[in-house]
C-alpha cells in the first residue's frame, strides 16, 4: 500500500513546493482536488482538461518527486433540488472523470449528493427515520427518481473512460454508510464504489473493520482516505453524535476529526491496514488533513509517521508453516 495525501491541506503553497515537501516526508502518492468543496489549488480542472502539454508537464513534476497520482477529487452535490447546483456538480465529475483518464488516473473521488425530500423541495433533506411516514416516502423518492436516474448516466460515463468513481460515505448526503453505498453499486455499475473513509463511519458507531469486510465482499473499495475521528463521550452522554455545534467549537462537541492516531490508537489502524489487505485493497491510505487542533504540515506528519509503521512494504510470502 502507499500512503497518499490530498494535497488540500498545502492549498496555499505552490504545487511544486507542495509535492517536494511530501516527497521529504515519505509520502508516495497524491490525491488532487479538482473542483467542488475541495477547491482546485493545484488542478484547475478547467485549464488542465484536453491540454496534452500541461498534463505532461504536471505528471513530469509528480513523476521528478517519485510520487504518484492516486485519485482526482471533487466533491460536490450532484443531487441538489437547485438544477443550476446540480449541473455544476454532474459536469466537474463527468469533466474530473475525463481529465483522470486523460491523466491516467484511475479514481474520482466524490459525494453521492442529497437530493429534497420531494419535486417541490428547495433544501436537500438528509431522511434518517421512516416515520412519521412521509419520510419513508420521502428517502424512496430520493432513491428512486433522483439519485438512480443520475448515477447511471454517472456511472456509464465511468465506465467508458475506465475509470472508478468513489463515493464518501458522508452523512447529509444520501449515501452515508455501506449498505446505501452497496444499493447504488447494484442499482448503476462496478465503476460506483467507496472512497472509504472511516472518519464519517466512527460517530455513526459503525465498525470500521467490518464495514471493510462488507464492502470488500462486493468488490466496492476503489480508494482509501486516511483520517481519525476523535469520541468525546463527556458530551454524547448528554447530546448523542448528531452534533450541529461548529467543528471550531471543539471542547462543546461530541466529536472531533482527528489526525491518525489521535481518536484511534496505532494497533487500531494496523488493524485497519491489516483488513484492508485481507480484502485484497493494495491502493493509496491518502491522508485528508481536517484537525483543527493542529497545523497542516503537524498533522500530516503525525500521521505519516504512524502510517510508515503500519503499512506492509512486501507481498506475503509462502505461508511454510501451515
Not at 43 to 58: M, N, T, Y
Not at 172 to 191: C, D, Q, S
Not at 287 to 315: C, M, P, Y
Request: aromatic share 8%.
Amino acid at each position: 500500500m502507499d500512503i497518499g495525501v490530498l494535497t488540500v491541506a498545502l492549498g496555499g503553497e505552490p504545487v511544486d513546493e507542495a509535492l517536494s515537501y511530501l516527497s521529504g516526508i515519505g509520502v508516495d502518492a497524491v490525491e488532487f482536488g479538482c473542483g467542488g468543496f475541495v477547491g482546485e489549488d493545484h488542478l484547475p480542472r478547467e485549464e488542465f482538461l484536453d491540454d496534452e502539454e500541461a498534463q505532461a508537464d504536471l505528471l513530469d513534476l509528480v513523476d521528478e518527486h517519485d510520487l504518484r497520482i492516486s485519485a482526482l477529487s471533487t466533491h460536490n452535490n450532484p443531487l441538489h433540488p437547485d438544477e443550476e447546483r446540480a449541473e455544476r456538480a454532474v459536469t466537474e465529475i463527468r469533466e474530473a472523470v475525463r481529465l483522470a483518464d486523460q491523466l491516467g488516473v484511475d479514481s474520482v473521488n466524490t459525494f453521492s449528493g442529497l437530493p429534497a425530500g420531494s419535486p417541490a423541495g428547495e433544501v436537500p433533506n438528509w431522511i434518517t427515520a421512516p416515520w412519521p411516514p412521509e419520510h419513508a416516502e420521502a428517502l424512496e423518492y430520493q432513491w428512486e427518481e433522483v439519485a438512480i436516474p443520475r448515477w447511471r448516466d454517472l456511472a456509464d460515463h465511468a465506465a467508458e473512460h475506465d475509470v472508478n468513481i468513489c463515493l464518501e460515505m458522508h452523512p447529509n448526503m444520501l449515501v452515508y454508510e455501506p449498505t446505501g453505498l452497496v444499493r447504488l453499486r447494484e442499482a448503476t455499475n462496478e465503476r460506483i464504489g467507496a472512497n472509504f473513509d472511516p472518519s464519517h463511519l466512527y460517530w455513526q458507531g459503525i465498525d470500521v473493520t467490518e464495514a471493510i469486510r462488507f464492502l470488500g465482499d462486493h468488490d466496492a473499495i476503489h480508494h482509501f482516505h486516511a483520517k481519525d475521528t476523535g469520541l468525546y463521550e463527556h458530551n454524547a452522554r448528554v447530546k448523542g453524535y448528531l452534533d450541529t455545534n461548529p467543528y471550531t467549537d471543539e471542547p462543546n462537541r461530541s466529536w472531533l476529526f482527528r489526525s491518525i492516531g489521535y481518536g484511534h490508537d496505532e494497533a487500531h489502524w494496523k488493524e485497519v491496514v491489516s483488513t484492508l489487505r485481507m480484502v485484497g485493497y493494495e491502493g493509496a491510505l491518502s491522508i485528508e488533513h481536517e484537525d483543527s487542533l493542529t497545523s497542516g504540515r503537524e498533522g500530516l506528519e503525525k500521521a505519516v509517521d504512524i502510517l510508515q509503521r503500519a503499512v506492509f512494504e512486501t507481498q506475503p510470502g509462502d505461508a511454510y508453516w501451515a
